[in-house]
């Protein structure tokens, strides 16, 4: 059974940092590639970050380019979502997706990230 477990979103304050993690299970990231998706209230979900299977590409949003990071740590099947500068726009809840090709993706449960002083 695929699983992706999304967790350590939280509360922080504008200019503060969290670290995001989506532990994939019933799926290897040698295969896979992983995106990190967002939505606010109201809002459509847009994607955030990705990462290749092979993890020698990255991709990002324009309003997080320079600020978040995406790793991934096949070892322990995780891949990660360094998010430093947060600003309140980036308030959402944050969601993990894998993907490849000629297969239906997979999406996590989400995680919760909201900015305010």
């Known amino acids: 059974q695929v699983q992706l477990v999304e967790s350590g979103g939280g509360l922080v304050q504008p200019g503060g940092s969290l670290r995001l993690s989506c532990a994939a299970s019933?799926?290897?990231?040698?295969?896979?590639?992983i995106g990190w998706f967002r939505q606010a209230p109201g809002k459509e979900r847009e994607g955030v970050s990705c990462?290749?299977?092979?993890?020698?590409?990255?991709e990002y949003a324009d309003s997080v380019k320079g600020r978040f990071t995406i790793s991934s740590d096949k070892a322990k099947n995780t891949v990660y979502l360094q998010m430093n500068s947060l600003k309140p726009e980036d308030t959402a809840v944050y969601y993990c997706?894998?993907?490849?090709?000629?297969?239906?993706?997979?999406w996590g449960q989400g995680t919760q990230v909201t900015v305010s002083p």
């Open positions: 990462i290749s299977n092979s993890g020698g590409t990255t």
């Open positions: 019933g799926l290897s990231l040698d295969y896979y590639a």
């Open positions: 997706k894998g993907e490849r090709p000629f297969d239906l993706p997979y």
